[in-house]
């Protein structure tokens, strides 16, 4: 049995502490016009499962412990659905589907769902295929190769031909056993693990519990996960600006950005030791770009 990485033991953390729940779940929706062969199609995403373990990993306990267990190909048993729904049903039947729960111990974390839309206003053939992850085995770079996978072998399989996919250097697993060599053991305390830990104990010592600050919505007792998204453009010449700001000073677009974030927050009532969090890939090697 494989250990799990961090990351992985963070989200497996909290698939525990919440039961099944859809708040880590990765969606990607593709919409697919014209002729499709939708047995080429299963194929090629079975194609991809095979050709990424992580796809086909569950996490059982073992004495109280996760553990990663990769599934055999031929053992591999796909959640396929194919629905048919019409266009105005359509975000409906997305969000419904995005929203289903995985069991990590027993369930392979990703599912399959292609919808064939009834009464769309094309002449031609339409279908919406919705690839669900779980986070435990996915990020947002995972998309990527994820997309360009299944297109790879959806060309072949379609064509009456196994895909040519070219071997991946390393699987997630390697990854994790590699982590975990390299980082060591928390309890050493002269490991890189250790000391990382003691470095970010300091940096984060006595930041507040939350920031105050003067927003219409209270924090809730219970976290509902209700979210929303707000798009707005920066135009040509305030990105020069900002671009120029950013090489005058030795950093990156993204970290004015995140200086204006804090300046903002500051401004608003938050004190100046603000915590600000963003994601990152943690793919440290080449060898890792290609990987689910």
Request: charge should be negative; hydrophobic fraction near 45%; avoid cysteine.
């Amino acid at each position: 049995m494989i250990p799990l990485s961090f990351a992985q033991r963070r989200l497996w953390f909290l698939h525990k502490l919440e039961g099944p729940s859809a708040t880590y779940n990765a969606p990607l929706a593709l919409r697919l016009t014209g002729k499709l062969d939708q047995q080429a199609l299963r194929t090629a995403v079975l194609d991809v499962v095979e050709r990424h373990e992580s796809l086909r990993t569950v996490f059982p306990e073992f004495d109280g412990q996760p553990q990663q267990r990769v599934i055999e190909p031929h053992r591999v048993e796909l959640g396929w659905e194919n629905p048919a729904v019409t266009e105005q049903a359509l975000p409906e039947a997305l969000a419904s589907a995005a929203r289903r729960t995985f069991d990590l111990a027993t369930e392979i974390p990703i599912r399959v769902w292609l919808f064939d839309i009834v009464d769309g206003n094309s002449t031609e053939d339409e279908y919406v295929l919705l690839v669900l992850l779980h986070h435990v085995v996915g990020d947002g770079w995972s998309m990527g190769p994820l997309v360009r996978d299944i297109v790879t072998a959806y060309s072949a399989r379609s064509a009456g031909r196994a895909p040519a996919l070219a071997e991946l250097p390393v699987q997630y697993a390697d990854y994790t056993l590699w982590q975990r060599e390299l980082l060591g053991d928390e309890s050493d305390p002269d490991s890189v693990l250790s000391q990382q830990v003691a470095y970010w104990t300091r940096q984060l010592a006595d930041l507040p519990e939350q920031l105050s600050l003067p927003t219409d919505r209270p924090r809730p007792a219970v976290a509902s996960y209700a979210g929303a998204t707000v798009n707005f453009a920066l135009d040509a010449k305030l990105h020069r600006k900002l671009t120029a700001l950013a090489g005058r000073n030795g950093a990156t677009v993204f970290m004015v950005l995140q200086a204006g974030m804090a300046a903002l927050l500051t401004r608003l009532g938050a004190g100046t030791d603000v915590p600000l969090g963003s994601g990152l890939a943690g793919r440290t090697d080449e060898a890792l770009d290609d990987l689910i």
